[in-house]
């Protein structure tokens, strides 16, 4: 079971140049072969079918743990996504002003068509995420391999991501998934240490480029969040401490597991959008569901 918090793991400052070209560059890192739509999943399915678990209970647990929290990060790229297409039309309930005509030379016009100018399952080319990108051999030292070798191809990504778009919504969402991408990477890592003697953490970082390098993960970095690995469970899923222990291979410092979820921030509201009937609920009594609350005794706000 999931446990929904409607938090999102960092604050995403308001873009200053909204633009669907930088949306549709970030759609890469949600939809893509390498993005947070194939991580979750990925990890999803090992988690369900895997075999021998009071056995290799540990592994389970890691596998699990990081599941939980890619829910989380395809989250953030989506709300990154929404807040670069927020105001990018003319708003207005006049359809014969054309309010969408700039949509037309978007790159992905999906976002204008198929959606509230908002975040889809899709690359950056418009290409719907598909479960073809789902790999779970059965075989834990292969599925563990392809584990690392994805999040070192979703940190590729992420990096190219960062050089295309200088907008501080997404270098900020950039440079978060790169520390956390790369605890993950760490984590495979010594998951596959642990499981085959080989000292794979040898091989980091891949690509050859610390975080350092990028001034918003460095922020990160310094809250140690690359070395923190949370369980996104109230109790389940401790052993993967058993794994995640140790020295970081960047710096040297300890490794750590806490239970429970990252603290969070309140999503941004979205504006709306009339022009693309986004919400569309203009006929909606908002005083209906103030009495209701008051009644119940719960905050509504409106």
């Avoid at 950056?124 to 584990?147: A, R």
Wanted: glycine share 8%; hydrophobic share 35%; net charge negative.
């Amino acid at each position: 079971m999931i446990l929904k918090i409607d938090q999102l793991p960092i604050e995403l400052p308001t873009p200053k140049n909204p633009s669907p070209n930088n949306a549709a560059a970030v759609q890469e890192l949600l939809g893509g072969k390498f993005g947070e739509m194939s991580t979750l999943m990925n990890y999803t399915y090992q988690s369900f079918n895997f075999r021998g678990r009071k056995k290799l209970r540990p592994f389970y647990d890691l596998i699990c743990s990081i599941a939980g929290e890619e829910y989380g990060h395809i989250e953030v790229v989506a709300y990154t996504t929404n807040l670069l297409l927020t105001g990018v039309s003319k708003r207005g309930m006049d359809p014969t002003t054309t309010p969408l005509a700039n949509g037309v030379d978007a790159r992905n016009t999906h976002h204008f068509i198929a959606s509230g100018q908002s975040a889809l399952p899709m690359d950056s080319m418009g290409h719907f995420w598909s479960g073809e990108n789902v790999f779970n051999s059965g075989n834990l030292k292969l599925d563990l391999l392809h584990n690392f070798f994805l999040e070192c191809g979703a940190r590729a990504n992420k990096m190219r991501v960062y050089e295309m778009v200088d907008d501080p919504t997404a270098r900020t969402m950039v440079g978060y998934l790169l520390v956390r991408g790369g605890l993950h990477v760490v984590a495979y890592a010594k998951a596959l240490e642990k499981l085959t003697g080989v000292e794979v953490t040898k091989l980091l970082p891949i690509p050859n480029l610390s975080n350092d390098a990028f001034p918003e993960a460095k922020k990160f970095m310094e809250q140690k969040l690359h070395l923190q690995l949370y369980t996104f469970s109230q109790e389940d899923y401790r052993q993967a401490g058993l794994i995640w222990n140790g020295p970081h291979p960047e710096d040297g410092q300890e490794c750590v597991v806490i239970e429970g979820a990252i603290p969070g921030h309140t999503p941004p509201d979205l504006e709306e959008e009339p022009q693309l009937n986004a919400p569309g609920g203009d006929d909606f009594d908002p005083q209906m569901f103030a009495d209701m609350a008051k009644k119940m005794g719960i905050k509504y706000e409106y």
